[in-house]
C-alpha cells in the first residue's frame, strides 16, 4: 500500500468518525445520551436481514449519483443539477411506466423503461453541458438552476397528467408487477438495482481509466491549457460528460421508481444530488471508491432512519451526519496535502543528502 | 398594477441584501457558496428570536449572528485552509437542511398547530406615501425594504470610492500585488465571507419573520441560489445587482398574485419555475463577463 492511499484511507475513517462525533455532541441539546443513540444506531442496522439488506437498497440511489458528480468532477466541471436529472430520470421512467404496464413482456419493458429514463436525464444534463461549450455559460448555476425546474416540471405532472386516478394525492397509481425491478434476496428490499449501480460504477472506472475517451476526459480535467494543445476538443467532452452525468442521475430515479417505490411520490429523495457530491468527495472521485461511501452513507441513513422512529431522535440527524462526515473529509483533504508536502520535502533532503 | 409593483419591491429585498453581500465577497475573490444554508438559519435564527422574545430586533440580531457564524467556518474552511468552494458550500448547506430541522425540534419540540409571528407591518412614510402611484410602491413599505433604499448607493459609494473598496477589489483581482502592497489577503476575504454572513442572516429572517410570520425547513427553496446568481448576472456591481433583485422581484410578485388569484390559465408551477428559467437564460445570454480575476481560487503565498 503506498503511504498516499493509506494516508487517505486514516484520514477518511479519521473523518467519517469526528463527523459521527459532532453530531452525537448535538443529540445533547435534546437532553439524550450521544452513546445510547448510536448503540442503537449500530445495532439497528445489523437486527434482521432485512434492514440490513436495506443499507444496500439506499446505497444504490447514492452510488449513481455519487457517480453523476465523480465523473464531471474528473473534467473539471461542476455538476450540482444531479437532483433534477435524478427528478427527469424518475419522471421519464414512471411515464414510460405507466403506459407500458402489462402490454409488454416484464423484462423488455424494464430495457425500454430504463433507456426512457437514461434518455431524459441524459438530455437534460447535456443542456447543461451545450450552453457551456457554446456560450460559455456558467455550468455550476445553470445546473444549480436547472434542478428546480424539473422540480416545478415534477410537481406540475403530479398534479396533472401523472395523478393517480383517485386524485387524492400528489403520487401516481402504482406500476404494474412486472415493471418491477426483480428482488435478489428473497424476504428483503433489495433490487436488481443494486447490481446494476455496482456495475456501472466498475464500467465507469474502466472508461476513465482505461479508454482514450476517459483519459482526454482527466486531461481536460488536469489541464485544460494542455488539452487544447494536444487537440483534445473539450467542448465535445464537456457535452459527453454531462450527458453521461445526467444519465447516471437519471438511473438513479430509475432503480428508485422502479426498483423501491414502484410509482412516483412527490418530492422524494430530496438531498440525493448532495449526497452525491458528499459521497464523490469522500472517495477522492473514484468509482470504484463511490461504491463503498455509498455502503457508509446508506447505513447511516437506515440507522438514522430507525433511530427516528423508535428513540425519538428527529431524523433530521441523518443530515447532519452527512453534512459533518462530508466537512470532516474535507478538512482531512487539508491535513492530507500537508503530509504530502513534508513527505516531498523529506524525500527531497534526502536526495540532496546523497 | 401599483400593488404588484409594492409587492415586488418588497419581494426583493432579500434578494438584494444576499446579493449586495455576495458582490462584495466575489470582488474579493470568494463565492459564498453556502449562500442557501445561511439564508435557512437565518431563517430559523430569526424565528426563534423573534418567537422567544416578542421583538422583531431581537429576531434580526440572532439572524445577522447564526449567518455571520456559520460563514465563519464556510470562511476558516475555504480562506484559511484553502479547500474547495462549491464542495465546501455543499456540505454547509445540506448540514443547515438537517441543522435547521434540529433545532427547531430541540427549541419547540413537536408543535400542535404551526407557530406564528406577526410579520412586518409597513410603515408608511409621512406625506411621501401619499404621492400618486410612486407612493404606494416606494414608500408604504416595511422598514428592511426601506433599507435597501440606502444599501445600494452605500456599497456602490464604499466599493468605487473609498479605499476599502479598492482594497476588497484588489484582493480579488489581484492578490499578489495586493499583498506586496500591505494588504492582508486572507483577512479581507474573511471579512467579506463574514459581511455575507450577516447580510444573509437578514435575507433568510426576511422571509419567516418579515413575511411569512413562520419557519419551515422548505422556506429558503433556492432563494439563496437566486440571489448568488443576481451578483453574477449584475456583473459583480451593486447596480446590477439592484436591477437583477428587481427583475427577480418581480417575477415572484407575478407568481404570489397568480396563485393567490387562482387564474388558471397557465400552471401555478411555471411562474414558481420561472425565476430559475430567468436565471438559466440570461446566464446563457450573458456575455463579456466581468469576472473578478481570481474567483474561487484560494490564494498561496509564496515561500
Redesign the interface.
Known amino acids: 500500500m503506498s503511504p498516499r492511499f493509506r494516508d487517505m484511507l486514516l484520514s477518511i475513517a479519521v473523518a467519517v468518525v469526528l463527523g459521527l462525533g459532532a453530531s452525537a455532541a448535538l443529540l445533547l441539546f435534546l437532553g439524550r445520551s450521544p452513546v445510547t443513540a448510536y448503540a442503537l444506531l449500530a445495532a439497528s442496522v445489523i437486527r434482521d436481514g432485512y434492514t440490513f439488506a436495506d443499507i444496500f437498497v439506499k446505497a444504490t440511489p447514492l452510488i449513481l449519483t455519487g457517480l453523476a458528480f465523480a465523473l464531471t468532477y474528473k473534467a473539471n466541471l461542476f455538476n450540482i443539477g444531479a437532483q433534477g436529472q435524478f427528478y427527469m430520470g424518475a419522471i421519464a421512467a414512471t411515464a414510460a411506466s405507466l403506459v407500458l404496464g402489462n402490454r409488454l413482456p416484464g423484462p423488455l419493458s424494464l430495457v425500454i423503461v430504463f433507456v426512457a429514463a437514461v434518455a431524459a436525464g441524459g438530455l437534460w444534463g447535456s443542456f447543461v453541458g451545450f450552453v457551456k461549450a457554446k456560450f460559455g455559460a456558467n455550468e455550476f448555476l445553470v445546473s444549480m438552476m436547472s434542478t428546480y425546474v424539473a422540480l416545478a416540471a415534477m410537481n406540475y405532472l403530479l398534479r396533472t397528467a401523472l395523478m393517480e386516478t383517485k386524485h387524492e394525492y400528489p403520487q401516481t397509481n402504482p406500476f404494474a408487477p412486472g415493471l418491477w425491478l426483480p428482488i435478489f434476496l428473497r424476504g428483503t428490499r433489495l433490487h436488481a438495482g443494486f447490481i446494476l449501480a455496482v456495475l456501472i460504477a466498475l464500467l465507469i472506472w474502466l472508461l476513465l481509466f482505461r479508454t482514450a475517451f476517459g483519459y482526454r476526459i482527466r486531461v481536460v480535467g488536469h489541464n485544460s491549457d494542455a488539452a487544447r494543445l494536444a487537440g483534445i476538443d473539450s467542448r465535445g467532452i464537456t457535452v459527453t460528460t454531462f450527458f453521461l452525468a445526467g444519465a447516471l442521475a437519471a438511473t438513479a430515479g430509475f432503480t428508485e421508481t422502479n426498483g423501491v417505490q414502484h410509482m412516483l411520490v412527490q418530492g422524494f429523495n430530496p438531498n440525493i444530488g448532495a449526497e452525491g457530491i458528499g459521497i464523490a468527495i469522500l472517495a477522492n472521485a473514484n468509482p470504484v471508491g463511490v461504491i463503498f461511501a455509498s455502503i457508509l452513507i446508506g447505513a447511516l441513513k437506515v440507522g438514522g432512519t430507525i433511530m427516528g422512529q423508535t428513540s425519538g431522535v428527529p431524523a433530521s440527524i441523518i443530515e447532519i451526519m452527512e453534512g459533518f462526515v462530508m466537512i470532516f473529509v474535507i478538512l482531512s483533504y487539508f491535513i492530507r496535502s500537508g503530509l504530502e508536502i513534508r513527505r516531498s520535502k523529506k524525500e527531497l533532503r534526502r536526495a540532496q543528502a546523497l | 398594477m401599483t400593488d404588484l409593483l409594492a409587492r415586488a419591491l418588497m419581494m426583493s429585498t432579500p434578494l438584494l441584501f444576499g446579493s449586495i453581500a455576495e458582490v462584495f465577497a466575489e470582488r474579493s475573490g470568494v463565492m459564498v457558496c453556502a449562500v442557501e444554508g445561511i439564508f435557512l438559519l437565518g431563517a430559523l435564527g430569526g424565528f426563534v428570536g423573534d418567537y422567544e422574545s416578542h421583538s422583531l430586533a431581537v429576531g434580526i440580531v440572532l439572524a445577522v449572528l447564526v449567518g455571520a457564524i456559520y460563514a465563519a467556518f464556510y470562511g476558516w ?1 475555504t480562506v484559511y ?4 468552494q ?3 458550500g ?14 427547531m ?2 427549541v419547540f419540540g413537536v408543535p400542535v398547530v404551526p407557530l406564528t409571528v406577526e410579520p412586518l407591518k409597513a410603515l408608511p412614510v409621512p406625506l411621501l406615501s401619499r404621492t400618486p402611484v410612486l407612493g404606494a410602491i416606494l414608500f408604504n413599505q416595511n422598514i428592511l425594504t426601506y433599507s435597501m433604499y440606502f444599501i445600494v448607493p452605500a456599497a456602490w459609494f464604499v466599493l468605487y470610492r473609498t479605499s476599502i473598496g479598492l482594497t476588497i477589489r484588489s484582493t480579488g483581482e489581484n492578490p499578489e500585488a495586493a499583498e506586496v502592497a500591505g494588504i492582508r489577503v486572507e483577512r479581507i476575504r474573511f471579512s467579506m465571507v463574514l459581511l455575507a454572513g450577516a447580510m444573509g442572516g437578514i435575507a433568510g429572517a426576511f422571509y419567516s419573520i418579515g413575511y411569512l410570520g413562520m419557519f419551515t425547513t422548505n422556506i429558503i ?2 432563494r439563496g ?1 437566486i440571489a ?2 443576481i451578483c ?1 448576472l449584475g456583473n459583480w456591481n451593486p447596480l446590477g445587482a439592484l436591477a437583477g433583485t428587481l427583475i427577480f422581484g418581480v417575477a415572484e410578485a407575478v407568481a404570489i398574485s397568480m396563485q393567490s388569484s387562482g387564474s388558471l390559465l397557465l ?4 411562474f ?2 420561472l425565476p ?2 430567468l ?2 437564460a440570461l ?4 456575455r463579456s463577463f466581468n469576472v473578478p480575476g481570481k474567483l474561487g481560487i484560494p490564494y498561496r503565498k509564496e515561500n
Request: hydrophobic share 55%; charged share 10%.
Open positions: 474552511i485552509l484553502k479547500q474547495h462549491i464542495v465546501t455543499t456540505a454547509f448547506n445540506l448540514l443547515a437542511t438537517g441543522l435547521s430541522a434540529f433545532f425540534r430541540a427553496g433556492g441560489w448568488f446568481a453574477f400552471p401555478n408551477e411555471l414558481i419555475a430559475y428559467i436565471t438559466i446566464t446563457i445570454l450573458r
